[in-house]
């Protein structure tokens, strides 16, 4: 009998969105987006994504690809601010899907292996 290793995240989708008539410097439109497939990226062709957003963004990508408490404010809140001060554009994360994976499958460490303690 061999035992179930799969588990699910979510599939993302990050978007710009401003005040209408802002002014963004962040060298990006409003209605620009990513989505995040399991661990990989994809962008529609022609358009980037700003690498100094992207580095904003990419700390959360992980806890929302996850279930979370439905109080926990991972769950409720989806913007994240532009790292530029001075523009007004959000990042806007939305959960777009569900996705499968087995353990085996994206890892070489086994599901019986004992995880490291910390020392405290």
């Known amino acids: 009998m061999s035992r179930d290793d799969s588990f699910e995240l979510y599939d993302l989708r990050v978007e710009v969105v401003a005040p209408p008539g ?3 410097w962040c060298n990006s439109t409003v209605g620009d987006y990513f ?3 399991g661990e990989v990226l994809h962008l529609p062709s022609g358009q980037g994504f ?3 957003a992207l580095a904003a963004i990419l700390p959360m990508l992980a806890a929302k690809q996850r279930d979370t408490h ?3 404010w991972m769950s409720t809140d ?3 601010a532009c790292p530029d001060p001075n523009c007004p554009s959000r ?3 939305t959960r777009i899907g569900r996705r499968r994976f087995s353990h ?4 070489a460490v086994p599901l019986d292996q004992p995880a490291a303690k910390s020392e405290t």
């Open 22 to 24: 802002a002014k963004l």
């Open 35 to 37: 989505e995040l497939r």
């Open 50 to 52: 700003s690498i100094y």
């Open 70 to 72: 439905p109080n926990d």
């Open 78 to 80: 989806s913007d994240v």
């Open 91 to 93: 990042f806007r994360i």
């Open 104 to 107: 085996a499958e994206t890892t």
